[in-house]
């Protein structure tokens, strides 16, 4: 490696975090170092220290944490040692960050164009309409709907994928040196996830950026990343070159993480009797916008219906027709034969206690000023009408179910958590009103593949202790593989295909079911190379008789 190639170089890095009136180590003296045009790839499970390392990547601590230790060179700047005014000139124009949410990152009082002009304007990259030219190509590289016109929207009216993207664009707005890319595609489904990985990979190669890429998601780093390193506890465990990497890795727990299989559920026999949720002939639309047709599905007692398809298929929006929050235009929700009002505000607390969600993002779902007494308790009080001990009584119960130990944790906040911890906690606090039926949305996508497994065996021992019927949005076919007794198959708001998952996963396949399977990432670098060819000569033909 040559100086002029040296981009980043961190030596003896150490940041520690506050707990009460101690400060505890996260990193404990980690060395990385990044050539211009290199990606490195960053792989732990929750708690590792990946992300704080990313963001120390940028001279940044998040709040109660401090960099305590060590040097951070960027491009030949200490950015320990540099002004607040130089770091805000290298943030957004040398050196961007795509977070894992961006849900909780994006201005709601901004449309997505203004947000995206803000840094190559302000930074002088480019004039405004440059910037929003220059927006509308990256919106069209990402495969966002309408590019034209998708920026001229608010945050809230696109999906959680499509801001996931639109977040990814804004980042490369001003052709940083340096992007680090913390968990881009967890939000994706994976059709939508092989054309933005393939887009940042472009990106990176046609302007030599250099990248971090922070993910839990092996086989999507192997399609990235030049380098991989793997931490642990704030450690390095190990670093090698990908191929090296995944064929010979050295470490017991970097050998554990490949040889993660993951939870699969017993099968269970044949449904009987009467479902518990019924979705029957349901038209759906944001206003003029038609986001459901004709779709119609049940799930029983004791079973879980995973519901897949892309970005904007419309899985969102049938659990939100089913929980009330969207009328339908036509067809209704029926549960346990009884026709449910078309929205909320007419059903009865009753109606309203027996269906459940968990929330994909536990972060922007639990209110971060709420003790976990009061997050798990409000539902009890509110639906069963606990009070006083037995109120206390019954938040310990709920916590001993997620498998956290009532005294360590009844009065933490959530940033006192890890994401896993605040994930069970969504769980408690869907518990607590003793429903029949629970919409899991999203629940395991933003976690590592040893606490997702975890927490799909947790789901799976409560919903046979309980009788729980569950619907399990999804764009991970892994976690459909492993949790689901039937599945939904939507396309555009329409059901393409539905079965019990063996029919479902065996061959032959509906031509979208097919386009959904192919397109799960291998843990093999040439993967992605290898599906994006076999994806342009099948459609070679079809642009030959334009």
Not at 110 to 139: F, I, N, T, W
Request: proline content about 5%.
């Amino acid at each position: 490696m040559s100086e002029k190639d040296l981009l980043l170089q961190m030596r003896d890095l150490r940041i520690e975090g506050k707990s009460g009136d101690d400060w505890l180590p996260i990193v404990n003296g980690v060395d990385l170092t990044l050539n211009k045009g290199e990606v490195l790839g960053l792989i732990g499970e929750s708690g590792a220290g990946k992300s704080t390392i990313g963001l120390a990547a940028m001279g940044f601590a998040r709040d109660g944490c401090r960099i305590s230790g060590g040097t951070i060179e960027f491009d030949g700047m200490d950015l320990r040692k540099v002004s607040r005014e130089t770091l805000r000139r290298l943030h957004g124009k040398r050196i961007a960050y795509v977070a894992q949410s961006a849900a909780a990152s994006f201005n709601p009082a901004h449309k997505l164009m203004e947000q995206y002009c803000e840094g190559p304007v302000r930074h002088g990259v480019m004039g405004r309409s440059e910037a929003e030219r220059d927006a509308v190509d990256l919106y069209r590289k990402m495969q966002l709907p309408d590019p034209d016109t998708i920026g001229f929207r608010y945050p809230h009216q696109v999906s959680g994928g499509q801001l996931q993207r639109a977040m990814t664009a804004m980042a490369m707005a001003c052709r940083p040196d340096l992007i680090i890319f913390d968990e881009p595609t967890t939000a994706l489904d994976v059709t939508t996830q092989i054309e933005v990985l393939a887009a940042i990979r472009d990106i990176v190669e046609q302007f030599g950026t250099a990248a971090i890429y922070i993910t839990h998601d092996l086989a999507v780093v192997a399609q990235m990343a030049d380098r991989i390193k793997i931490l642990l506890k704030g450690d390095e465990v190990e670093e090698a070159d990908t191929a090296t990497m995944l064929a010979a890795p050295q470490q017991d727990y970097t050998k554990s993480l490949w040889a993660v299989r993951g939870f699969q559920r017993e099968a269970q026999p044949a449904p009987q009797g009467q479902p518990v949720v019924s979705v029957r002939k349901v038209t759906a639309a944001y206003g003029k916008v038609k986001v459901l047709q004709d779709v119609s599905f049940d799930i029983f007692p004791r079973r879980t219906v995973a519901v897949v398809g892309e970005s904007g298929s419309g899985k969102s929006t049938a659990a939100r027709v089913i929980t009330g929050l969207l009328p339908p235009q036509r067809g209704e929700v029926v549960f346990e034969g009884a026709a449910l009002p078309p929205g909320y505000r007419a059903r009865t607390r009753d109606q309203l206690r027996h269906a459940q969600m968990i929330y994909q993002m536990a972060d922007t779902a639990l209110n971060p000023k709420l003790s976990l007494r009061k997050l798990i308790g409000r539902p009890a009080q509110m639906y069963l009408g606990l009070r006083g001990r037995a109120l206390t009584e019954r938040i310990r119960e709920l916590l001993h179910l997620i498998e956290l130990e009532p005294d360590d944790y009844i009065d933490r906040l959530p940033s006192e958590l890890s994401g896993g911890q605040k994930q069970r906690i969504g769980i408690a606090r869907a518990l607590a009103a003793e429903p029949r039926f629970i919409i899991c949305d999203e629940v395991t996508s933003a976690l590592d593949q040893i606490v997702a497994e975890g927490i799909l065996r947790l789901l799976d021992k409560l919903q046979s202790e309980f009788d729980l019927a569950y619907m399990f949005i999804t764009h991970d076919l892994a976690t459909v593989r492993a949790i689901a007794d039937d599945v939904v198959v939507m396309q555009k708001g329409r059901v393409v295909e539905q079965g019990r998952k063996e029919e479902i996963f065996t061959p032959p396949h509906a031509p979208y079911t097919d386009l959904l399977l192919s397109s799960v990432p291998e843990m093999d670098p040439d993967w992605l190379t290898r599906r994006l060819q076999e994806r342009r000569e099948k459609a070679l033909p079809e642009s030959a008789d334009r």
